[in-house]
């Protein structure tokens, strides 16, 4: 059966879908976009900041349900510019330790509210 994330430490959804769904041991968190759940708006105009707020807005999700980042096993992250890829990059591996997750990265013409990074994840319950 198909479980609805919810939690109010991550910016609610903006469109018709969820901030994360479980079903049996997988959870999908949806992409997130570097807004502070608390005002509304971006954490920063740079991509340090922005990568930053989206991940923790992914790990607020994740631990509605009991887990964290240590529990991703998969993560797909749009850029709106690739020349930021080695900044994301930095601050991503703050979030993770050995084995690191699967990972795609790649350039989109445009993000929601012209964000300049956006992260989607997908979580193994078992892995807990």
């Known amino acids: 059966m198909k ?5 109010k430490e991550a910016p ?5 879908y969820s901030q994360g769904i479980r079903i049996g041991d997988l959870v999908f968190v949806s992409g997130q976009l ?18 930053k707020k989206s991940l923790e807005n992914i790990k607020a999700i994740l631990n509605k349900v009991g887990l964290d980042m240590k529990h991703i096993i998969k993560t797909t992250v749009y850029l709106n510019d690739m020349n930021d890829f080695k900044s994301m990059n930095e601050i991503y591996a703050q979030f993770f330790n050995h084995p690191f997750p699967a990972r795609v990265a790649f350039e989109v013409a445009k993000l929601p509210k012209n964000a300049l990074v956006e992260i989607e994840a997908i979580a193994y319950y078992q892995n807990k």
């Open 3 to 7: 479980q609805e994330i919810v939690t």
């Open 34 to 51: 570097p807004i502070d759940s608390q005002n509304g708006e971006f954490a920063g105009d740079d991509i340090l900041l922005q990568t």
């Open 12 to 16: 609610a959804a903006i469109g018709p």
